[in-house]
């Protein structure tokens, strides 16, 4: 007995150290990797796992950390002059981590998988666009059978990674699960679902060699563990945490912090049932709301205003589309309709608890803030689960508060996939705005088609289609002596970690 | 058994939550969803989907995980060996605990002492083993960092296992360095646990104890001059275990559904913190996985506490003549 607690005594001491290792990077992260194969099933289509994925495979095209696209495994891209073509060229030198190079015949194998029904990959609907490849050494052209003007912000985006044909092939989906490989900076060396994933360097890497040779993604997906992992030097750095404990720990000795806007944003949805077919009752719901109060009291000044869906970063941002915050013309639209704080308009809005930073708090306020012009909403709380159900069944409550990411910055996969009536996404259903958003779709003219989306959304705006809030921002710790470049997408890459 | 799985099956359809509906990404069509209720077999009327599912688990197939991709018992088994081995280290900790400090208590027959310990597992019962979870983690920041908070065992350390029960195989094995390193990570997330059960036990077991202290035999051992400490430890402590039995595997049923948050909050990869992602990500086949395993390990609970109870209490087991 003496033996063993002498050794705990002696593990415990040198465990102090663990994250001082100046070759290894441990970080705290808040949610566990279930599935190895970025492309199907649920885990594919799940923001916060995307900086484990990017770690370990390449996507046809990389994104910068301000959200602009740069060459991943994929050096050139484009269409043909009518659009019926697209012509993509595969970097040379790329390998795969069993050390097989990577070939135009992996790219094209990965994006007929994506295409097939039968794969599961969740975006196939986008995938089975282009078809008939050919490839001639790296170039690889495809015939465009329907146009699609996003597709290669898509290669950027949830499940446009590529695997390797032959080993894939070989080893099964479940050989796989359990043997990833990929052709990221980093590859799998061992893996524990719901506790660790430990990466090793990949020294045939094309790109920049990262700096740490081990990275260990913890699985933590308690906040305050989070915290005590930083905290106690046990990780070196971790996120996604309440911003109070964000402004203790970046003001300790031995810690710093950095915060970036991510493309995350909040929002209400409306629903157009009831009282909210009524545009003075949406306006007054909109400009009774103070988000600069709700930013700097709630959030302690984390995060951006917004009155459009898309936040600065994205191609569509109109700074001049504005909704003002103005209780006295909320008032007088709800007197337009017959309401008053005497005999307020009601309505339900549903929020989630704890999903976001501050959520059910933010509606709570904003209520308050309904209440002091004439609008009484009734509070439910549900499980994200829930929400997603009842959008998919476009029974979402009169207004119900949500959350939109949007990595690639498009207003195709912000406003119109949350507006446009026929998505599944969707809970706002009116033929004025499906016939603005519609053309839209397959525009070819890439500058009408941004310009057309910014007319939506001031159209939108003025008619309170839907109520953003506010575009959060992603707190980050590590232990001082680390540089880390945020990324607005809202990914921790461990490459974009280097020691000072 | 039969009973449980229908009532899994049918309460996992009704609450609201459509799993595909989470899978759908932007831009996704009512054909994604068509084609992925096709995929995952939801396009079939519930009861047909039901009896499919039964006919497989009765060929011991529970389909494939939709969030892990593997398939369900797979997942299963290689999470519950660290499960059974935190609620086998608490439910040790939790008896030398209680049978320790009940045994002092009613030994030493100090006012002061009595109350101190009933006081102490009054408190320790009140707080639920969650909480307890984040006391540690609490205190572990402020005055042990060195304690690892998260996970089964370093990460940085690459390990050698045969089975999925690192530690008793550490120490089978006699690498005790490895046992030490395990035990060291597994000691706050078991102690959580065992808390709350040890002062149920220590404050059943003591008065028991008391009771049987009282009963005849004990007062004839004492006037043999036989000593106290003997007599509790020799006679009155196997008189004493029936009830301890009954609560202990009440409560060993409640340490099993414990481990769901508690090897959430330490990132114990275990079939309870699989639960909660299951739960979270909607994945029906693996719910209804761990739900029937741990319908079964109740049912074993029960089977073994009846067995101790006779080994406990031979009179249990024989007939009226």
């Known amino acids: 007995m003496k033996k063993i607690t002498g050794m705990i005594l002696g593990a415990s001491l040198s465990a102090g150290m663990a994250a001082a290792d100046d070759s290894t990077l441990a970080i705290a992260y808040n949610v566990s990797l279930p599935s190895w194969d970025a492309t199907v099933g649920p885990s594919a289509v799940n923001p916060t796992i995307q900086s484990i994925y990017k770690s370990v495979f390449d996507q046809y095209i990389d994104q910068n950390p301000d959200l602009s696209f740069r060459p991943g495994l994929l050096t050139e891209w484009g269409w043909n002059e009518d659009g019926s073509k697209i012509r993509m060229v595969v970097r040379e030198g790329a390998l795969w981590h069993n050390g097989d190079p990577v070939t135009a015949s992996d790219i094209v194998w990965s994006l007929e998988r994506a295409g097939k029904e039968e794969t599961g990959n969740p975006i196939q609907f986008l995938w089975s666009t282009i078809g008939n490849f050919t490839i001639d050494g790296n170039v690889i052209e495809a015939d465009v059978l329907r146009y699609d003007p996003t597709i290669f912000k898509w290669m950027a985006f949830l499940t446009a990674y590529v695997l390797p044909k032959d080993y894939y092939e070989s080893v099964g989906a479940e050989g796989f699960e359990k043997n990833p490989v990929g052709s990221g900076p980093y590859m799998v060396d061992e893996y524990v679902a719901n506790s660790f994933a430990r990466l090793k360097r990949f020294d045939g890497y094309w790109g920049p060699k990262p700096e740490f040779e081990t990275v260990i993604f913890k699985f933590v997906p308690d906040a305050s563990a989070r915290v005590a992992e930083v905290e106690t030097g046990a990780s070196d750095i971790t996120l996604e945490i309440p911003y109070e404990e964000y402004d203790r720990l970046a003001a300790k000795d031995g810690l710093e912090g950095v915060t970036t806007p991510v493309s995350d944003i909040g929002m209400i949805f409306i629903n157009d049932v009831g009282v909210m077919e009524d545009s003075n009752v949406r306006k007054a719901a909109a400009h009774a709301i103070n988000k600069n109060l709700i930013i700097e009291r709630l959030l302690r000044g984390y995060g951006v205003r917004i009155d459009t869906l898309q936040a600065p970063q994205y191609s569509a941002f109109n700074p001049d589309t504005l909704v003002a915050y103005d209780p006295d013309l909320a008032k007088k639209l709800l007197a337009a309709s017959g309401y008053s704080e005497e005999n307020p308009v009601k309505f339900k809005i549903q929020t989630t608890r704890g999903f976001k930073p501050k959520d059910y708090e933010i509606i709570q306020v904003i209520a308050g803030m309904w209440k002091r012009v004439g609008i009484e909403a009734e509070i439910e709380v549900y499980e994200i689960a829930k929400h997603f159900d009842l959008r998919a069944r476009d029974e979402l409550a009169p207004a119900a508060f949500y959350n939109w990411g949007n990595s690639i910055g498009d207003p195709s996969t912000s406003t119109g996939f949350a507006m446009f009536g026929p998505s599944p996404h969707s809970t706002w259903d009116t033929e004025d705005l499906d016939a603005m958003i519609g053309p839209l779709w397959g525009e070819k003219d890439e500058s009408r088609r941004i310009d057309g989306f910014k007319a939506v959304d001031a159209y939108i705006a003025e008619n309170a289609m839907v109520i953003p809030l506010l575009q959060f921002v992603q707190p980050i710790v590590f232990r001082e002596g680390l540089s880390v470049t945020p990324h607005v997408a809202n990914f921790l890459l461990p490459q974009n970690v280097v020691s000072q | ?321």
Do not use: C
């Open chain 2, 1 to 321: 058994m039969l009973g449980v799985s229908v009532v899994v099956f049918a309460i996992l359809r009704l609450v609201p939550g459509d799993p595909i509906a989470m899978m759908l990404p932007p831009g996704a069509t009512e054909e994604t969803r068509q084609n992925l209720e096709r995929l995952y077999g939801m396009d079939k009327p519930l009861i047909e989907q039901y009896f499919i599912w039964l006919r497989d688990v009765l060929h011991l197939d529970f389909g494939m995980s939709t969030q892990f991709r593997l398939p369900v018992m797979e997942v299963i088994f290689n999470r519950l060996p660290v499960t059974l081995e935190l609620v086998l280290l608490a439910s040790i900790i939790a008896l030398t605990l209680s049978f320790a400090l009940s045994v002092l208590a009613v030994w030493i027959q100090r006012d002061g002492a009595t109350l101190i310990i009933d006081g102490a597992s009054g408190l320790t019962q009140a707080i639920p083993d969650f909480l307890w979870a984040l006391i540690f983690i609490f205190f572990v920041t402020l005055y042990a960092p060195s304690i690892p908070i998260s996970g089964r065992y370093d990460p940085r350390t690459a390990q050698d296992f045969i089975t999925g029960f690192y530690l008793i195989e550490a120490l089978i094995t006699l690498r005790l360095g490895t046992f030490a390193e395990l035990l060291r990570h597994a000691i706050l997330p078991a102690f959580a646990l065992a808390l709350p059960l040890a002062a149920s036990i220590t404050r059943l077991l003591k008065s028991a104890l008391e009771e049987a202290m009282s009963e005849d035999y004990a007062i004839l051992a004492r006037t043999k001059g036989k000593s106290r400490i003997a007599i509790i430890l020799g006679e009155a402590l196997r008189n004493a275990l029936i009830p301890v039995i009954a609560l202990t595997s009440v409560q060993l049923a409640f340490l099993i559904g414990g481990t769901v948050l508690i090897e959430r909050l330490f990132s114990l990869p275990g079939i309870g913190s699989t639960a909660i992602t299951a739960v979270v990500n909607r994945d029906l086949p693996l719910i209804q996985g761990v739900v029937l395993v741990f319908a079964a390990l109740f049912i074993a609970i029960n089977l073994i506490s009846n067995g101790l109870y006779r080994l406990a209490d031979p009179r249990l087991g024989k007939t009226d003549e």
